[in-house]
């Protein structure tokens, strides 16, 4: 991908209005990550009474005092309950918020989290090298900034299922399928309505018989595409998969993915100590983004499907 692995080094400005930029120039906003202290680390807040030695700090390198930040009214981010880094299979992770109310969406594999991505409801399993990501609602206030952190397992992948059986001869709907990307599409290349090449990543049995064999090309396409532009916009990637088609069956599918870069705008509105940070200059432009070959996704079954082997 085109994005940032880790962002050590942020200068941006916070655009609420004319006046606010106007007022905005001549100050300067910095992130200042202390050394790492080892891979897969990340500055995520922490759980209450916990410490995180790598933890990334926004200091006040001035003695003018600096003007105070308008509240963008957003959502307070989510935090985990374990730092990014080496982990032992079977961790929990918990996500929490420190707002009450408040609805947490996360993903684990590598997408971007959205409203359709699952609602964080108790403690997330990890036997497996995991990306977890998660943002906040809170009602009547803006989703938060996007969280997100890497944990390490040095234990061997779980093998992949071979196949997904129907039952009775049937894919019942909520049925998942594991799909894979087939080919690379960015953001500054992709268009709206695109088709987004997708395969089935297992087989589909019934009867003791393949009927959908892996491989098979899915339908999907691209909804939404935004290019990475001036002040922190990032590059996005939004496509909806629609059906899996294979010797005269259709099985329609449901799902939606977004891939996007880091948006350093968002990170910048999250910035809840005004009397710590300065600002000058604009934001950075934003990085593109970009769907690679072999990247996993699940669809699911979208209505009860008969297969005859």
């Known amino acids: 991908m085109r994005i940032s692995a880790q962002l050590t080094l942020v200068v941006f400005v916070l655009a609420f209005g004319p006046s606010a930029t106007a007022q905005a120039i001549g100050e300067m906003i910095q992130l200042s990550p202390k050394a790492p202290q080892g891979k897969g680390e990340t500055s995520v807040p922490t759980m209450p009474g916990q410490t995180q030695d790598n933890q990334t700090t926004v200091e006040n390198e001035v003695a003018t005092p600096p003007r105070p930040l308008p509240d963008c009214n957003c959502a307070r981010e989510p935090y985990f309950s374990v730092n990014g880094g080496d982990l032992a299979p079977g961790t929990q992770i918990t996500i929490a918020s420190p707002a009450g109310g408040a609805v947490i969406y996360y993903t684990i594999d590598g997408w971007t989290p959205t409203e ?3 609602r964080y ?3 997330i399993t990890i036997n497996a090298d995991t990306r977890l990501q998660a943002f906040a609602e809170e009602p009547n206030k803006l989703p938060s900034a996007i969280v997100a952190t890497s944990y390490l397992v040095d ?3 779980a093998p992949k299922p071979e196949s997904v059986v129907a039952t009775d001869g049937f894919l019942h709907k ?40 892996k491989g098979t090309p899915a339908e999907a396409t691209i909804t939404r595409v935004q290019h990475a532009g001036p002040n922190g916009k990032p590059g996005v990637i939004v496509f909806q998969v629609q059906s899996l088609k294979a010797g005269g069956i259709a099985i329609p599918l449901n799902a939606t993915l977004t891939l996007s870069a880091p948006d350093l705008a968002a990170q910048a509105r999250s910035v809840t100590n005004p009397s710590q940070v300065h600002v000058s200059g604009g934001l950075p432009p934003g990085d ?15 209505a009860d499907t008969g297969l005859h082997p």
């Open 116 to 118: 359709a991505s699952p």
């Open 121 to 123: 409801t108790g403690p």
């Open 155 to 157: 234990a061997p992948a």
């Open 174 to 213: 909520g049925t998942p399928l594991r799909l894979v990307t087939a080919v690379d599409v960015a953001s500054d290349a992709a268009q709206i309505g695109d088709p987004m090449p997708l395969q089935l990543d297992e087989n589909v049995m019934a009867g003791g018989t393949i009927v959908v064999p």
């Open 288 to 302: 593109e983004v970009e769907i690679e070959p072999g990247m996993d996704l699940t669809a699911y079954v979208a």
